[in-house]
Every structure is written in structure tokens, then in C-alpha cells.
């Protein structure tokens, strides 16, 4: 009699184990549709000046924290056109999201392309960047470096692009580098669809001199 207690016992906690993990496996199935589908609605919200999608076709991918609702995709593509009807792109090799804040996206590995009047084309990449949705305002961070058709290159600490009016700002130090001149400058801006370049306070200009043009 006791041993078919028991016997019982131990198949009911096993019964009940099996209910809770394919409980927890429904959870995460719909946690994970949940996640993307909100994530592909505001991102594909049409605004007044600019239009917004993501690309990410391999789901498997994804990782989901359910412990801080966070959704991580590996591979993602953001791109649009601003309000010049110009195109950009952006494509990071992570990039996650939190329930508690859908807007804003947090990325790594970052290469952004803008496309400019005239064939004229920006690529900047990045180690890390924070793009807020609602502002179509992306931040980068860390390693940032700007090259263009035109074989310009710059290197910047940090820097914001505002894609609604396809400006490009930075608060901190720059060093641009074109064929035999250098340019060293504390800040700068790029407006106007490219043709104004402002340099603020403090310009170092060398010419002909490669060698001191050096990364900051």
C-alpha cells in the first residue's frame, strides 16, 4: 500500500513538471511573437518626415531575457528615407530592447550609410550607439570613425545623427583626414544635405604634413 502511494506520488510531481515546462515553453513562444511584434509595429510606424523598418528574418537568433523582458537580434537592419527623401541604413551585429523603454534600441557593432545629393555618400561605423525611434535620433559611441566616397576620414570620440534632418553633430574632439591636409577640431557639425562643415572651438589645420595627422 505504501509503495503504490508513493508510486503515485512520484507520478504526479512528474505529471505536474511536465504541465510546468510546457507552461514555460508556451510563455516564452508568446512572450517571443509579443516582443516582435511590438518591436516590428513601432518600427515600422510611418512619422511625418521619415520611415523606419527592421530586417531580421532569423528568428532563432533572438534571445529572450524573461527576467528583465529584454529581446536581443543578432544581424539587424534599421533603414529608411529622411526628410530629403534620401536613404540611410543602419546595420549592427547585435541589437536589444526592453519592454519598459520600446523606443529606444541599444546596439553594437554599428555601420551606418547615408546617402547625400550628388552620388555623395557617408559610411560611419562604431563599437556601440543608442537609436531612439521616436526622435529618429541615433548616438554613437566609442571607435567612431566616418569615411566617404570622396575619401575623406574622420575620427571622433562620440557622435549624434539626427535622420529626420540628416544632420551630424559632435561635442567632442575630431580628427579629419583629406589627401595631404589634417584638420584637429574640439567639435564640428555637418548640415545642409553636406555642403556646410562647421568647426568649433579650437581648429588645428595642417597641410602637407601626413605624419602629425594622427587618430585621436
Request: glycine share 4%; hydrophobic share 35%.
Amino acid at each position: 500500500m505504501s509503495d503504490k502511494y508513493h508510486h503515485n506520488q512520484i507520478k504526479s510531481v512528474l505529471e505536474h513538471s511536465k504541465r510546468i515546462r510546457m507552461l514555460n515553453k508556451l510563455i516564452l513562444m508568446i512572450l517571443l511573437l509579443g516582443i516582435i511584434t511590438i518591436i516590428y509595429n513601432y518600427l515600422n510606424h510611418d512619422g511625418d518626415t521619415a520611415s523606419v523598418s527592421i530586417i531580421d528574418s532569423e528568428y532563432q537568433d533572438a534571445r529572450i531575457d524573461t527576467l528583465d523582458n529584454i529581446l536581443e537580434i543578432k544581424n539587424s537592419v534599421i533603414s529608411g528615407i529622411d526628410s530629403e527623401n534620401q536613404s540611410y541604413e543602419i546595420t549592427s551585429k547585435k541589437t536589444w530592447n526592453t519592454l519598459g523603454n520600446e523606443n529606444i534600441l541599444e546596439m553594437s557593432g554599428i555601420k551606418t550609410r547615408m546617402m547625400l545629393k550628388d552620388n555623395y555618400s557617408i559610411n560611419i561605423t562604431g563599437d556601440n550607439a543608442t537609436y531612439d525611434n521616436n526622435k529618429k535620433y541615433l548616438k554613437l559611441r566609442d571607435n567612431i570613425e566616418i569615411r566617404t566616397n570622396n575619401r575623406a576620414i574622420a575620427f571622433i570620440k562620440n557622435m549624434f545623427i539626427d535622420l529626420k534632418k540628416n544632420k551630424i553633430m559632435s561635442p567632442s574632439p575630431v580628427t579629419v583626414k583629406f589627401k595631404d591636409i589634417c584638420i584637429h577640431s574640439k567639435a564640428f557639425e555637418i548640415n545642409d544635405n553636406g555642403d556646410k562643415i562647421t568647426f568649433n572651438n579650437g581648429v588645428n589645420l595642417i597641410i602637407g604634413e601626413k605624419s602629425k595627422c594622427m587618430e585621436i
